[in-house]
T-cell receptor, first 114, second 116 residues
């Protein structure tokens, strides 16, 4: 069975500071991994995805994530936070085979203060 | 490409009533998914369609829930005899299909259901 754990339900950073959102996964087969962002009262928007190519994945809005198999991690980072980054972030996993059903973590709410 | 749309965006109903939600996927997307998201949690998978065929249902989908995708285009999710525990955001997503790295799911804005 696959699962995702996001450490820290709330993260607060200053504008311009490094953003680090943690995601660890459990999967018995090679996974695809995703980060989605959700703004208030909106659906989920894909930030980036890992599909077994490069382990360092670059996404939209300056975000990137690194797949580390030895640590079963896929942490999301951004060098410099912007006020507009305040949102909820979800890590998700899906097996390479099958119907690509997404299994989500509980989410991390990012607050950015001046 | 207008994205995935869902209707209504909000629904308030009384316990015991039936409700129906609609999802219009991105055109030419073969796969359609329904998820449910409760407050403070990530979305949970409910069901999946490949064209008009419903290929997988979660155990979360009790017999009060039914989903259809009659012509392989839009989909409906019906909840009969609603309960307060059904209050949640219901999200629809679609993907092109074909598997592999191309099969990214695109989400609609969701329907927020409140059962009084």
């Amino acid at each position: 069975a696959q699962s995702v754990t996001q450490l820290g339900s709330h993260v607060s950073v200053s504008e311009g500071a490094l953003v680090l959102l943690r995601c660890n996964y459990s999967s018995s087969v090679p996974p695809y991994l995703f980060w989605y962002v959700q703004y208030p009262n909106q659906g989920l928007q894909l930030l980036l995805k890992y599909t077994s190519a490069a382990t360092l994945v670059k996404g939209i809005n300056g975000f990137e994530a690194e797949f580390k198999k030895s640590e079963t991690s896929f942490h999301l980072t951004k060098p410099s936070a912007h006020m507009s980054d305040a949102a909820e972030y979800f890590c998700a996993v899906t097996p390479i085979s099958g119907y690509n059903k997404l299994i989500f973590g509980a989410g991390t709410r990012l607050a950015v203060h001046p | 490409d207008t994205g995935v749309s869902q209707d209504p965006r909000h629904k308030i109903t009384k316990r015991g009533q039936n409700v129906t939600f609609r999802c219009d996927p991105i055109s030419e997307h073969n796969r359609l998914y329904w998820y449910r998201q409760t407050l403070g949690q990530g979305p949970e998978f409910l069901t999946y369609f490949q064209n008009e065929a419903q290929l997988e249902k979660s155990r979360l989908l009790s017999d009060r829930f039914s989903a259809e995708r009659p012509k392989g285009s839009f989909s409906t999710l019906e909840i009969q005899r609603t309960e307060q525990g059904d209050s949640a955001m219901y999200l629809c997503a679609s993907s092109l299909g074909g598997g592999g790295s191309t099969d990214t799911q695109y989400f609609g804005p969701g329907t927020r259901l409140t059962v009084l």
